[in-house]
């Protein structure tokens, strides 16, 4: 068989730095071997939980990793035959340098006090909004993503791609996917805020879980 296609005749860019004399070597998680960090968190909404309630969770995410993928589980939030419960899923800087939402003893992890608790804006170029405005926010993994199984059940569901968030992305550091000039610092946690409330709202579990490199 002889190829003569028309078409397509692709190589990576990582494979033509490797062939580049002198050799281009690539940065991990970037074209290069890196090792898998995983981690995950998850909240308990209420029956209480109507349409823009808040849920603020990890994992914590330094501003420099490259995230590879991010996934949502969820059981109970919505006990409806017709589950009907969605949200946004946001990053959010860390706010441990305010001490949380609850207000507690303030926490320096090198998150700026500038930029805790603020949420980086869908223009990605930097700016960012605050939690009461919600003006213009990420949403970088999904913009009124139905969450809850029917009737209860358990729901697994993929979200790496569902919005901005870009195959791309995934050898990009976070802080320059959201626009910025340089590294804030920091830590950034998932803000997910309810935009369609449960059919029938119910006790449950929401959680989400990363995997990065850095």
Not at 37 to 43: A, F, I, L, Q, R
Not at 79 to 91: E, K, P, R, V
Not at 105 to 110: E, I, K, Q, V
Request: proline share 5%.
């Amino acid at each position: 068989m002889t190829l003569t296609a028309a078409g397509d005749i692709l190589e990576s860019a990582t494979l033509v730095n490797l062939s580049t004399m002198p050799v281009l070597v690539p940065t991990m998680g970037e074209g290069a071997r890196y090792d898998v960090k995983e981690n995950e968190d998850y909240v308990a909404p209420t029956a209480s939980n109507v349409q823009y309630s808040t849920y603020t969770l990890g994992p914590r995410i330094p501003t420099n990793a490259k995230i590879k993928s991010v996934s949502a589980y969820c059981k109970g939030v919505d006990s409806n035959g017709t589950a009907a419960f969605a949200a946004d899923i946001n990053l959010i800087f860390s706010d441990a340098p305010l001490g949380g939402i609850a207000a507690g003893t303030p926490t320096l992890d090198g998150t700026s006090s500038s930029y805790a608790g603020q949420i980086p804006t869908s223009t990605l170029n930097g700016t960012v909004t605050s939690i009461t405005a919600y003006a213009s926010p990420n949403k970088m993994f999904g913009s009124a993503v139905t969450l809850a199984g029917n009737s209860g059940a358990v729901k697994i569901q993929e979200l790496t791609y569902l919005n901005t968030f870009l195959f791309a992305h995934r050898q990009l550091p976070i802080w320059d996917v959201l626009g910025f000039t340089q590294d804030p610092g920091g830590f950034l946690n998932f803000f997910v805020v309810c935009t369609t409330a449960s059919n029938t709202a119910a006790t449950g579990i929401l959680g989400l879980k990363v995997a990065y490199a850095i």
